[in-house]
């Protein structure tokens, strides 16, 4: 779900980018459904290259048009350029509706762009898969497009942008249908859902597992612009696979990340400046408009879970009955309050803010001191405008942000709770629900 997708109906057009030589239409690579690498040019030597940047663009969707217009706004700006002396290298891993303006890019494609010493913009395709794959789907795909950039482009320093639709840590469909889900006439086909690949009526979504299995070497950083993935659940699975997250605990609005300004600010300088991105994010919004925003070190995590794990057990009691629904007393007639800090819409309790969920279950002043430390040495940025969407019936204000979003299993469901402790490895870390 991305906030920013409420206006889609508004439709972009937009011309075909203009190569060295000519377009490249997609079209170079293995044949229909093959996996493999396009054949090497010549060997590399280790480390031929400095950064590399992926941007993976998953909008086979009704998002498709944002989608695009992000990339133009990419290429439309500053880019590395493709001579063996450019040693930054800017790789894209895109599907979007051929509608959109990218012509054959139905399936899954690989490509490397640059600007070339006339001024001109050349994509190179790497590999382009078959009409059976799905580049949010299992995962595959991700990790076949990794495994090739390594290869092809062998560097100091790797990093990756997913900007698409996103549900956080909840399952693959239960966003949209909860009620079919607790009914069960359907099923969680998956672990925890990020990415939206949607063909007529079937709709399919990478479950968060696979997004995480599917990094096979670690990157310095990870920036997810899609909706509600800002949890604490999220860069908790992603350590040991990029030591930076930046995400978001609302919705994402309608422009996205910065894309005017995102590639300089990941491999234009000496090095990636991850929180540059999510400065200038929060920057498109400010202080009046609808946006949360944190950087997090995944490698300073440890000590957040051990303090949490301490209040989960000490405050189990209070933590069962905690209520987080609207404050009934709220003066704005405008948008909902919550009782607890959330970060959801539409009657989607799943995302509340960690920081608050202890507070309001009366931790000790020492123990928030202790949290607060945690937190600190973990959330490099964090910003958050006063509210979202306000003036809206499913605004609400924006009164603390901790950086994480987190479930409150008070007002959760069984069906989600045995799901969380079975599947959520934040959960065996903390034991937030035994």
């Known amino acids: ?20 030589t000519r377009d490249d239409d997609f079209s170079f690579g293995p044949g229909r459904g093959s996996t493999s690498p396009a054949a090497p040019r010549e060997p590399i030597p280790e480390e031929s290259f400095d950064k590399v940047f992926l941007m993976v663009s998953g909008g086979h969707n009704n998002i498709s048009h944002y989608i695009t217009a992000d990339q133009r706004d990419m290429e439309r700006n500053w880019l590395p350029g493709g001579t063996p002396e450019d040693k930054d290298v800017l790789v894209f891993l895109s599907r ?21 010493a006339d001024g001109s913009v050349r994509r190179d395709t790497l590999h382009r898969w078959g009409e059976e794959d799905r580049l949010f789907k299992d995962g595959s795909v991700l990790h076949d497009a990794l495994a090739m950039i ?19 840590w909840l399952p693959p ?23 939206d ?39 908790w699975g992603l350590r040991g696979k990029a030591d930076y997250v930046g995400f978001s605990q609302t919705e994402i609005l309608a422009d996205g990340f910065d894309y005017k300004k995102i590639v300089r600010r990941l491999i234009g300088g000496a090095v990636p400046d991850a929180e540059a991105v999510c400065r200038d994010y ?32 000490k405050y189990r009691a209070q933590l069962s009955v905690l209520d987080g ?19 959801f819409r539409y009657d989607r309790h799943y995302f509340y803010d960690l920081e608050d969920i202890l507070l309001k279950v009366g931790i000790t002043e020492d123990e928030h001191a202790q949290l607060t430390a945690a937190l600190n040495r ?38 989600l709770n045995n799901y969380y402790v079975n599947n959520i490895a934040w959960n065996q870390a903390t034991h937030l629900i035994q």
């Open 378 to 415: 973990c959330v490099l940025y964090k910003a958050h405008s006063n509210s979202f969407m306000a003036g809206t019936w499913d605004g609400f204000p924006i009164r603390i942000h901790s950086g994480f979003s987190m479930y409150l299993p008070s007002m959760g469901t069984d069906l």
């Open 282 to 313: 929060f920057a498109q919004y400010g202080e009046n408009g609808s946006a949360t925003i944190s950087l997090v070190d995944t490698r300073e995590m440890d000590d957040l879970a051990s303090v949490c794990a301490t209040l989960f057990e």
């Open 150 to 168: 390594r290869r092809r482009f062998p560097a100091k320093s790797y990093g990756m942008v997913v900007s698409s639709h996103g549900t956080g």
């Open 1 to 20: 779900m991305r906030a920013r997708r409420i206006i889609f109906f508004f439709v972009l057009a937009f011309g075909v980018a203009v190569s060295c």
């Open 197 to 235: 690949d949607t063909d007529g009526d079937v709709t399919n979504e990478m479950p968060l597992m696979d997004f995480i299995a599917a990094i096979p070497y670690k990157l310095d950083y990870i920036l997810i612009d899609c909706c509600l993935c800002g949890g604490v659940e999220v860069a």
């Open 325 to 343: 629904g609207v404050d009934d007393d709220w003066e704005s007639t405008n948008y909902g309050n919550y009782k607890v800090q959330g970060y």
């Open 96 to 116: 979007v509706n051929r509608t959109a303006g990218f012509a054959n890019t139905e399936v899954p494609v690989l490509y490397r762009m640059y600007r070339c």
């Open 173 to 195: 469909r239960y966003y949209w249908n909860p009620y079919k889900f607790e009914k069960g006439t359907l099923s969680a086909p998956g672990k925890r859902s990020i990415g």
